[in-house]
């Protein structure tokens, strides 16, 4: 794969099982409120579980590395036609400097290789900036949820459905994160 970027020293490759101590600490970078770190150990249960699901298909993990050293990674799963986004950190002393940009071009770019039709991922609202990286990278938002949870009991309901969202809360639902869906079509191979 052929990759450039401004910052000296900086790679994409395919990720490794002898990565997964250094995603593990990516990932806890990334972490960079508690309101994300929630939502990760929410999602995964800890950082172990999301940096294993990254590491067991190396095909479908890129690692961004600059001298040696791990500091992001991308992970999704595929079947023939359809990438989902697993996993999209960056620690947070190399965030903002188009790092997280060029391992999303990386995901496009193996998902064209393999053909794929159609990219998919979800975003909690609060990581604005990753949805920005999204869109600008050619994928459109589809949609945004509520989660609304009662016990262990979680509902989704479309962001803009305030009649449903309304009734679910006098049922004594409590209103979760929002979530923003983003998709990217193509014609795969080419």
Not at 53 to 65: D, I, K, N
Request: charged share 30%.
């Amino acid at each position: 794969m052929a990759f450039r970027h401004p910052m000296r020293g900086l790679g994409l490759r395919s990720g490794e099982v002898s990565d997964l101590p250094a995603i593990k600490a990516a990932i806890r970078s990334a972490c960079v409120s508690r309101e994300v770190l929630e939502l990760v150990e929410g999602r995964f249960g800890d950082h172990s579980r999301l940096a294993g699901l990254c590491c067991r298909y190396p095909s479908q993990c890129l690692v961004a590395y600059r001298r040696d050293r791990v500091i992001g990674c991308i992970a999704w799963r595929q079947d023939e036609f359809v990438g989902v986004l697993l996993a999209h950190v960056v620690m947070q002393e190399f965030q903002d400097l188009g790092i997280g940009t060029a391992l999303v071009r990386g995901f496009v770019e193996h998902a064209r290789e393999d053909g794929l039709r159609l990219l998919e991922l979800r975003v909690p609202a609060l990581l604005e900036p990753a949805g920005r990286i999204y869109l600008r990278e050619g994928f459109r938002e589809t949609g945004r949820w509520i989660y609304l949870n009662r016990g262990g009991n979680t509902l989704r309901a479309a962001a803009d459905d305030s009649a449903r969202i309304t009734r679910l809360e006098e049922a004594r639902y409590r209103r979760g994160q929002t979530w923003c869906q983003y998709e990217r079509k193509f014609s795969g191979k080419g």
